[in-house]
């Protein structure tokens, strides 16, 4: 059974400085991606990966940066967060055999 | 504009009671169609998808949902609701069929009175 793994779960951190929540995945699952979640607006794509180095941008990919070295991670850096970036953020895989998996979340606050 | 619409924002129905939640689409082809059930403060479950075949589709906790082509729609329901079925619910759909673009309509909060 494909699990997504996301850490740290909670996060509040300051304004400017630099953070990266982790993904990372059980199996070998090629296409993942980052998503944030806010009231009234639902879930929007920040960013996908189609495989190893290869990302490109989804609804929402200001303010974000990712990387995909390897296969089973897939980490969601905000180089600069500000507070307008305080939302849930939540990572996924795709299986063609079972669809979307979605890890735990990340609640982030930026102060 | 490629859209998930989920028209009810907010349902409320008796326990025991059956539901109906509507969910409908503005892509040309027939995309991949999910549900998602998201209680307070946790992550996403995924409740039923659809791929292709069978338009009937069933999933967990009871749930089942049916694809109508003709009307672009992917409503959920359940004959008889529980109490504790009361959550958020997420239709989404990825029209790529690929497995990279997501798309969420913006949710439908169920109360479950007794």
């Known amino acids: 059974e494909a699990q997504v793994t996301q850490n740290p779960r909670y996060l509040i951190t300051v304004t400017g400085k630099k953070l990266t929540v982790t993904c990372s995945q059980n199996?070998?699952?090629?296409?993942m991606s980052w998503y944030r979640q806010d009231p009234g607006l639902g879930l929007r794509q920040i960013y996908y990966?189609?495989?190893?180095?290869?990302?490109d941008k989804g609804d929402v990919p200001e303010g974000y940066k990712v990387s995909r070295k390897e296969k089973r991670n897939f980490p969601l850096i905000l180089e600069s967060p500000s507070p307008n970036q305080t939302s849930l953020y939540f990572c996924?895989?795709?299986?063609?055999?079972?669809?979307?998996?979605f890890g735990s979340g990340t609640r982030l606050t930026v102060v | 504009a490629q859209s998930v619409t989920q028209p009810d924002i907010h349902i409320t129905v008796s326990e025991g009671a059956s539901l109906e939640l509507r969910c409908n689409y503005s892509?040309?082809?027939?995309?991949?169609l999910f549900w998602y059930v998201q209680s307070p403060g946790q992550g996403l479950q995924l409740l039923l998808k659809?791929?292709?075949?069978?338009?009937l589709v069933q999933g967990i906790k009871g749930f089942e949902a049916e694809f109508k082509r003709s009307q672009s729609s992917f409503n959920l329901r359940k004959p008889s609701v529980h109490w504790s079925d009361a959550a958020e619910y997420f239709c989404?759909?990825?029209?790529?069929?690929?497995?990279?673009?997501?798309?969420f309509g913006k949710g439908t909060s169920l109360l479950v009175t007794p």
């Open positions: 996924a895989l795709f299986s063609p055999l079972t669809g979307y998996t």
């Open positions: 199996m070998n699952h090629e296409y």
């Open positions: 990966s189609m495989n190893v180095e290869v990302t």
């Open positions: 892509y040309g082809a027939t995309p991949y």
């Open positions: 659809y791929f292709s075949g069978d338009t």
């Open positions: 989404a759909v990825d029209d790529s069929n690929s497995g990279y673009a997501l798309n």
